[in-house]
């Protein structure tokens, strides 16, 4: 069975650890993956405004999420949460009411920083909006990375194994927790 895994990098940055990150995940993503960027960038700022006529970055992001089988976050922390051009990317994606492209889908979360708890509190944030759009989050292993240009490179080459395995195995056990998922609860074909 393949899998198409649509990622979010929550940051912006042209220098973003995070992207790296996402860069090394996809190094060691099984083989059943195909993983595609969801951009977030040239979202406006959602306002129920837009719902009556999504706007093409709108309807964009939300095809893109309905041809996906699952979603990964792959975010900074900011101020202790989730930066805003993610919680913004989020809402689009959320809305028109009655129309969450999140419902049911499979979801995991991981993210790194300079600092020694490595995005966990932006992570719990980001899991309780994620719960309320209903989507079914792989709630173990966590994934909390603390960068180290030791532990990567800027293409995302993993230069320590322990590291290496670290993520094989998130990526690995996300495989199975979106084949538990779908097995229940099967994406529904785009329309
Ligand atoms: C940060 N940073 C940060 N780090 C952290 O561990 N906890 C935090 O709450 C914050 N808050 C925060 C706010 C803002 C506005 C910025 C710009 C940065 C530091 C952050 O981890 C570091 O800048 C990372 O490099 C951000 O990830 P990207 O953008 O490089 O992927």
Same mark, same amino acid.
């Given at each position: 069975?393949?899998?198409?895994?649509? /990622?979010?990098?929550?940051?912006?940055?042209?220098?973003?650890?995070?992207?790296?990150?996402?860069?090394?995940?996809?190094?060691?993503?099984? +083989?059943?993956?195909?993983?595609?960027?969801?951009?977030?960038?040239?979202?406006?700022?959602?306002?129920?405004?837009?719902?009556?006529?999504?706007?093409?970055?709108?309807?964009?992001?939300?095809?893109?999420?309905?041809?996906?089988?699952?979603?990964?976050?792959?975010?900074?922390? /900011?101020?202790?949460?989730?930066?805003?051009?993610?919680?913004?990317?989020?809402?689009?994606?959320?809305?028109?009411?009655?129309?969450?492209?999140?419902d049911?889908?499979?979801? $995991?979360?991981?993210?790194?920083?300079?600092?020694?708890?490595?995005? $966990?509190?932006?992570?719990?944030?980001?899991?309780?909006?994620?719960?309320?759009c209903n989507a079914?989050?792989?709630? $173990?292993?966590?994934? /909390?990375?603390?960068?180290?240009?030791?532990?990567? +490179?800027?293409?995302?080459?993993?230069?320590?194994?322990?590291?290496?395995?670290?993520?094989?195995?998130?990526?690995?056990?996300?495989?199975?927790?979106? +084949?538990? =998922?779908?097995?229940?609860?099967?994406?529904?074909?785009? =329309?």
């Open positions: 069975m393949s899998y198409r895994v649509g /990622y979010f990098v929550g940051s912006l940055s042209s220098t973003s650890i995070n992207r790296i990150l996402s860069k090394a995940l996809i190094s060691v993503a099984p +083989e059943e993956f195909e993983l595609i960027e969801i951009p977030i960038r040239d979202l406006p700022l959602y306002s129920p405004d837009y719902d009556a006529d999504y706007p093409p970055q709108g309807r964009a992001l939300k095809d893109a999420i309905s041809a996906m089988d699952a979603v990964l976050f792959v975010t900074p922390e /900011y101020n202790r949460s989730i930066p805003g051009a993610l919680k913004n990317a989020i809402d689009w994606a959320s809305r028109p009411w009655g129309q969450n492209s999140f049911h889908i499979p979801a $995991a979360v991981i993210g790194a920083s300079t600092g020694p708890i490595g995005t $966990a509190v932006a992570q719990q944030s980001l899991r309780g909006v994620l719960s309320f079914r989050q792989m709630t $173990a292993p966590e994934a /909390y990375v603390r960068f180290s240009y030791e532990d990567f +490179e800027d293409d995302g080459t993993i230069t320590s194994t322990r590291t290496e395995e670290f993520l094989r195995t998130f990526m690995a056990e996300f495989r199975d927790h979106i +084949e538990r =998922v779908l097995t229940v609860l099967p994406r529904q074909e785009p =329309v």
